[in-house]
């Protein structure tokens, strides 16, 4: 017996012994190959880019997984308990290894050949997330075990811990556990109650078998089983288990939760940076910060769309967009379910039709009515000009099964019927100080059509364009006062192909007319006539100071009536100058850049207006360029800490650390066509926009041949915006409706708000500028005595010596005013 019990002992030692050489052989085979687990500390996870405005609302994100990473002490206590009951109780003792579990795997491989349990432990499992496969064998869970020990002598438990919760896999494209809190329940991971921790901390083991939206009843079993776990470690007490474990299953999806509706701008972020960072862009966690006020963009967005609406039912009704004989509850869900919403344009199925009234289905189940007052505005669409008979009952619009759009009504409780238009436009906002963003909608709705027709449609501006025809003849010597004949004239023009025998609007000459009234009349013969005396090459390098292309400006006459090829927002770019009293602007609408740190990568120094400045170098080292980022250190330190990029001192010291915009028009004649512009609105084509009842605004109407584009621009000293409206073939809007019928409105209710907070001041006269009485037909100095006299500014050099001629009195010497033809 003896014996036998010697030769057991020797045959055991001998097996320690083998064991011991064959896992010491293999530390020394395969410790070599592992990685090396410091690269734990900087790592970098793919965390998706994130647009958001100035203000810090979110616009966009862009990214196949959803990740927001946290910090260890932004994890909640109650969830960490959750997390070890279900995962690895004993995680903040061990030294990475949980010995029991290891030898229940191995007694599962020795005796089945697989290993069913893994035995890991947290610190494990981010070994095998952060280096390793999924591979069931030996040699990985090796490679695990002694990744493991050397994690845990490299890293805290709460470094471990926190690489673990922002790297796992939960479920929905959501990687980490704020992401889950937020795709799950719509909140942040420290807003959540304890049934829903108990619910996160059960997705890491099977997210698909255990997912509370796919699997709910398995879901709430594992939720409920670690819930016991938490009670039986003592991590929550009677009264919160019970309570927990009786809550109901609340999750349910919630997309990406988007603050601030822009996404055009979200889109030439996109494709501006993709141009730089590639493919990378969407998995390093960059933060971009627009230069959108959120309120502007708003206003603009609900601005556009009502003023597209307004037209399309002023020209008529196109019938249902779909119909569906199935009106059955089950019947209804399923047509909903391949019906698009466009904005606030909901889609409904009449399901009702009565005398002057219609009952309609939404999508939401909920049965609405559309009384008469809201639909019998819905004639026959026929045409740009011409509409059907006007309904006298309900069934003359609408039959049971037309699927129709409606949006809320004026009055509560009321529904509206509407249609998608076929017309489209554009809105842009800038900061004339600078050139930053403040809104930009490039269409009707970017889901209906993602074409931005605010920086890629070309279209002619019409009158809009003639403000920069006047001012560079203020800047070559005409007064607001000059007198220029608007009488007929043919023009033989080899670049236009044939006689020109262009006319104003109404058919009628004026004979001679003063040029302030020829700009806010939008007089077309005074406009040739004024480019036909300053020259053609004299404008053209005259609008390329304000940013305009010089390959799509017409070398010929026809420039004087906005012939020339332009984008809104090179438009509204243009006008900057104009508003902003002759600086030179360029538009931008990415401020800044961070890091998944949380750092500076790039920070915008626009060319700013500030007038008697000097530049001063910053200081900071953050690139003004994106191109300047380098690559590989986008998820690094990119200032010292605390450092903040130098702002512009626009007052006191005059000195500037952000480049000084160039001066591109003399004071006086910048101020003097501003002055000129106000007198658009004041009495001429822009009239309506006095409902905003301020005395700072100034703007123009543009309306092209045959209606095919109407635009408004307009502006103070803080905010230039332009509205576009058109076809995207070009076809006639309606022969009544201009600039100041389809743009302006829309330009108005976006003004309303862009300038609510924007003082009525007056801009700054500069120095050098007179006012004198003028008689209004000639231009003339006024008569002594003289009634119908008006007051009108100059140049200091410029003012008229010439008296006008009074009753009785006889004609004087020739005027330096007179017609200058």
């Not at 919630?254 to 996404?263: D, F, K, R």
């Not at 438009?571 to 900057?576: Q, R, S």
């Not at 998944?596 to 003004?624: M, N």
């Not at 108005?748 to 009525?760: H, T």
């Amino acid at each position: 017996m003896k014996i036998i019990l010697k030769i057991g002992l020797t045959l055991s030692l001998v097996g320690m012994v083998l064991g011991l050489a064959v896992l010491g052989g293999a530390y020394y085979h395969y410790a070599p190959k592992l990685p090396d687990v410091q690269t734990l500390k900087d790592v970098k996870l793919q965390t998706p880019l994130r647009i958001y405005s100035a203000d810090e609302k979110l616009i966009a994100e862009f990214g196949e997984k959803r990740r927001t990473p946290i910090s260890f002490d932004q994890v909640p206590q109650t969830f960490i308990n959750a997390l070890l009951a279900a995962e690895d109780r004993n995680f903040f003792n061990h030294f990475g290894i949980d010995v029991k579990g290891l030898a229940r795997a191995a007694y599962q491989l020795a005796s089945s050949g697989k290993i069913k349990s893994g035995g890991s432990t947290i610190t494990m499992q981010v070994a095998k997330n952060y280096f390793l496969t999924r591979e069931r064998s030996f040699v990985r869970k090796f490679n695990e075990i002694l990744l493991s020990l050397r994690i845990e002598q490299e890293l805290s438990k709460e470094q471990i811990f926190e690489l673990y919760i922002n790297k796992i896999y939960l479920g929905h494209r959501s990687y980490g556990i704020q992401a889950a809190a937020n795709i799950y329940y719509g909140k942040n991971i420290d807003e959540l109650s304890v049934a829903q921790y108990a619910m996160i901390a059960g997705l890491p083991k099977a997210p698909s078998a255990y997912n509370p939206i796919t699997n709910p009843t398995r879901a709430l079993e594992r939720r409920n089983w670690i819930l016991k776990r938490m009670h039986s470690l003592s991590f929550i007490d009677d009264q919160a288990y019970e309570e927990a474990v009786s809550a109901p299953v609340t999750a349910e999806y919630h997309g990406t939760q988007i603050e601030l509706y822009a996404p055009y701008v979200a889109e030439m972020v996109r494709n501006r940076l993709y141009e730089h960072f590639q493919d990378a862009l969407y998995t390093d966690g960059l933060k971009v910060y627009t230069t959108l006020d959120s309120s502007m963009q708003v206003a603009a967005n609900k601005a556009l769309e009502k003023g597209l609406l307004a037209y399309t039912e002023r020209h008529g009704y196109f019938g249902p967009e779909a119909t569906t004989e199935d009106l059955t509850d089950d019947g209804l869900k399923a047509f909903f379910k391949k019906q698009t919403v466009y904005g606030s344009l909901l889609p409904a199925v009449i399901t009702e039709v009565s005398e002057q009234s219609a009952t309609a289905r939404l999508r939401s189940g909920e049965d609405i009515t559309l009384d008469w007052d809201n639909i019998s505005w819905a004639k026959a669409y026929k045409g740009p000009n011409r509409m059907g008979a006007a309904p006298k009952q309900a069934a003359d619009i609408l039959t049971v099964g037309d699927m129709v759009r409606v949006v809320p009504g004026e009055e509560e409780n009321t529904w509206h019927l509407t249609q998608v238009p076929h017309v489209q436009g554009a809105l842009v906002a800038l900061s004339p100080k600078d050139g930053a963003l403040n809104a930009l909608v490039g269409g009707f709705n970017f889901v209906h059509n993602k074409f931005n027709r605010a920086t890629q449609a070309l279209r002619q501006p019409g009158s809009n364009f003639k403000p920069f025809i006047y001012a560079s003849a203020l800047e070559q010597g005409f007064t607001p006062a000059t007198t220029i004949n608007d009488a007929p004239v043919v023009l033989n023009d080899n670049d236009l192909e044939a006689s020109w025998r262009p006319e104003n609007y109404s058919k009628k000459f004026y004979g001679p007319t003063r040029l302030r009234e020829a700009l806010y009349r939008s007089r077309n013969l005074v406009s040739i006539r004024i480019l036909r005396s300053i020259g053609i090459d004299t404008a053209t390098d005259y609008l390329t100071g304000f940013g305009f292309d010089k390959t799509r400006i017409p070398q010929n006459l026809s420039l004087s009536l906005g012939s020339a090829d332009v984008t809104p927002l090179e438009l509204v770019t243009g006008y900057a100058g104009l508003a902003n009293q002759g600086y030179k602007v360029a538009p931008y609408f990415i401020n800044r850049m961070e890091n998944a740190a949380g750092k500076t990568l790039y920070q915008a120094q626009p060319a700013t207006v500030c007038p008697g400045c000097e530049y001063s170098e910053p200081s900071t080292s953050i690139p003004s360029n994106i191109e300047a980022i380098d690559l590989t250190t986008v998820q690094e330190a990119a200032t010292a800490s605390g450092e903040d990029t130098d702002k512009l001192q626009l007052s006191g010291s005059k000195i500037s650390q952000l480049p000084i915009a160039a001066q591109i028009m003399e004071p006086q004649a910048a101020y003097m066509i501003y002055d000129i512009m106000q007198d658009v609105i004041t009495h001429g084509t822009g009239r309506r926009a006095l409902s905003l009842k301020r005395s700072d605004i100034a703007g123009k109407t543009g309306t092209t041949n045959d209606q095919k584009d109407a635009w408004f621009s307009g502006f103070n000293k803080d905010v230039v915006a332009t509205a576009w409206v058109g076809f995207d073939q070009p076809s006639t809007l309606g022969r009544r409706e201009f600039g100041g019928s389809a743009a302006l409105p829309i330009w108005i209710d976006f003004m309303e708000v862009a300038l609510a907070d924007s003082p009525d001041e007056a801009v700054n006269k500069p120095d050098g500028i007179i006012s004198r009485r003028i008689d209004p037909e000639t231009g003339l100095l006024a008569y002594p005595g003289q009634e119908n006299a008006v007051f009108e500014i100059f140049p200091a050099d410029k003012v008229p010596t010439e008296v006008a001629t009074g009753p009785g009195q006889a004609a004087g010497g020739e005027s330096q005013t007179d017609d200058i033809f």
